[in-house]
């Protein structure tokens, strides 16, 4: 069975399924998938060099907001 997320079992009841995949220098993109919906990536060319942050409600698992903060040039 395919499970929420590409993830290799599925969630408990009452829990939200993701997976953050960190990128690899320029080759690969880091991606954040949220209840089976990709948040980021650079497919949505919403992604950036340094942390890249998905903030989600914990009750509603609603996205809030998506950014990026580049930790080399401050």
């Known amino acids: 069975p ?3 997320c590409g993830n290799q079992k599925s969630c408990p009841q009452n829990y939200f399924a993701f997976k953050i995949i960190s ?19 650079s497919v949505k060319n919403n992604i950036g060099r340094g942390l890249n942050i998905a903030l989600v409600n914990g009750t509603t698992g609603q996205l809030l907001k998506t950014d990026t903060f580049d930790m080399y040039s401050g």
């Open 23 to 41: 990128g690899a220098a320029n080759v690969v993109g880091p991606s954040i998938c949220f209840e089976d919906l990709v948040l980021m990536s």
């Open 2 to 4: 395919q499970h929420k």
